[in-house]
């Protein structure tokens, strides 16, 4: 079964650090167009971060400076490093993906979703 796995949340105090995963599993053979989303309590969920297919970078203004977004794509994974963390960071964590599968098709695909939670 093909999929997106994430991983690297946790509860952190103010002003540290995590640094979140998110593989493809299964039979897939390349990865593109890969970001990050969040969805805190009460609010809709927003783009943080995301990789182009030209490999350019965009984050939200929110974590710009903080939050840095990268890639293996020989693992089909990619990465987001969240330092400096703020309480207003807290939120449920989502990636997503475009996954070449075994029949040679792109579909896109998410995570099952992480929790970041930073305390003040």
């Known amino acids: 079964q093909v999929q997106l796995v994430e991983s690297g949340g946790g509860l952190v105090q103010a002003g540290g650090s995590l640094r979140l995963s998110c593989a493809a599993s299964g039979r897939v053979f390349s990865i593109k167009a890969m970001g990050w989303y969040r969805q805190a309590p009460g609010k809709q969920r927003e783009l943080v971060a995301n990789i182009t297919s030209g490999e350019s970078t965009n984050y939200v203004d929110s974590v710009k400076g903080r939050f840095t977004i990268s890639r293996d794509n020989a693992k089909n994974t990619f990465y987001l490093q969240m330092n400096s963390l703020k309480p207003e960071d807290t939120a449920v964590y989502y990636c997503?993906?475009?996954?070449?599968?075994?029949?040679?098709?792109?579909?896109?695909?998410w995570g099952q979703g992480t929790q970041v939670t930073v305390s003040s």
């Open positions: 997503t993906a475009d996954l070449l599968n075994s029949a040679y098709r792109w579909r896109n695909y």
